[in-house]
């Protein structure tokens, strides 16, 4: 089992960036998947980021592609989200996902834990 807290969002000026951050709990952090996902007001959670859990491969959702990454430090259980180049509609609810089989995963099903969420908001 593993529980997860967020950090690191808040207001920016469009074009800025933000970092986010995913503290992880449990002694088999290394072995989870690991993704992030964002939810808008109305708008269903949607896939971000996710990386897995050894190879270090990683898969971004297109309208972040060039812009956001994905990274992972196995020693100290945290995985981030440097975001670059922030717009508008980057604007929402952030999430930290987990998943035991620790493969490459976009499915909000296929992740077994999550964090509360940190608020992300852009400013035009």
């Known amino acids: 089992q593993v529980q997860l807290v967020e950090s690191g969002g808040g207001l920016v000026q469009a074009g800025g960036s933000l970092r986010l951050s995913c503290a992880a709990s449990?002694?088999?952090?290394?072995?989870?998947?690991m993704g992030w996902y964002r939810q808008a007001p109305g708008k269903e959670r949607e896939f971000v980021a996710a990386?897995?859990?050894?190879?270090?491969?990683?898969d971004y959702a297109d309208s972040v592609k060039g812009r956001f990454t994905i990274s992972r430090d196995n020693a100290k259980n945290m995985v981030y989200l440097q975001m670059n180049s922030l717009k508008p509609e980057d604007t929402a609810v952030y999430y930290c996902?987990?998943?035991?089989?620790?493969?490459?995963?976009?499915?909000?099903?296929?992740?077994?834990?999550w964090g509360p969420g940190t608020q992300v908001t852009i400013s035009s």
């Open positions: 990386i897995a859990r050894s190879s270090g491969k990683t």
């Open positions: 449990g002694r088999t952090f290394s072995m989870y998947g």
């Open positions: 996902g987990a998943d035991q089989v620790g493969l490459l995963r976009r499915r909000k099903a296929d992740y077994g834990y």
